[in-house]
């Protein structure tokens, strides 16, 4: 079955570190990737996305995810964070061309930015 | 506003009654699908909806039940065999690309 594992439960980091966060999914098919941010007490919403093309695809806020296929990973990036960005974020995959386009989550990772 | 509704958003019940969310979209899209959140555990997909009059159970389905009479809504009854059923559910719904949309959210809490 298909799976997503995100690695980093729980992240805190100062103003300007720079994060990573690590997403890998078991499929041995092809996949639309996705990175979702829910940020307290708002809508879960879509952060960046990859379909096909250029591996390192870049979303809103500065972030920046690259697919790197034979590593089955999806990770997220941005170099410099801000108090703002405390929100959990989702890597979630889905099967290209799948009739019914469901999403598989991660377990989501807490971010926490320290001013 | 296009968007996704989800009301109420906050909702407690007593153990043993059936309850019902609602979630309503003005986006035009045709699939419509329900997720379970947890702590810990990301989001889990209950029901699925690709068209008006069908729906699929997901990887929880067993102690709820939805209905898809209209395009625009897929509510959601959480029944009294849902043995765990405080969560957070997100209705989420996706039109002709392969991203989906996201409501508030409702918050459960059975006691």
């Known amino acids: 079955a298909q799976s997503v594992s995100q690695h980093n439960h729980h992240v805190i980091l100062s103003e300007a570190a720079s994060l990573e966060l690590g997403c890998n999914y078991s499929?041995?098919?092809?996949?639309?990737l996705f990175w979702y941010v829910q940020y307290p007490g708002q809508h879960l919403q879509l952060l960046l996305k990859y379909f096909s093309g250029d591996p390192l695809v870049k979303g809103i806020k500065g972030f920046e995810a690259e697919f790197i296929k034979s590593k089955f990973s999806f990770n997220l990036r941005k170099p410099s964070v801000q108090w703002s960005d405390t929100a959990e974020y989702f890597c979630a995959v889905q099967n290209y061309g799948g009739a019914t386009n469901k999403l598989i989550f991660g377990t989501g990772t807490l971010l926490a930015v320290q001013p | 506003d296009g968007g996704i509704t989800q009301s109420p958003k906050y909702l407690f019940r007593k153990e043993g009654q059936n309850v019902t969310l609602s979630c309503e979209q003005n986006?035009?899209?045709?699939?419509m699908y329900w997720y379970r959140q947890d702590p810990g555990q990301g989001l889990r997909l209950i029901y699925y909806s690709q068209i008006v009059n069908d729906f699929q159970k997901g990887d929880i389905a067993e102690g709820y039940s939805v209905s898809r009479e209209k395009k625009e809504s897929f509510p959601l009854t959480v029944t009294s065999a849902q043995k765990n059923p405080t969560a957070f559910y997100l209705c989420?719904?996706?039109?002709?690309?392969?991203?989906?949309?996201f409501g508030p959210g409702t918050r459960l809490t059975v006691t």
């Open positions: 499929y041995g098919g092809t996949v639309n």
């Open positions: 989420a719904s996706r039109g002709q690309t392969y991203e989906q949309y």
């Open positions: 986006l035009n899209h045709d699939a």
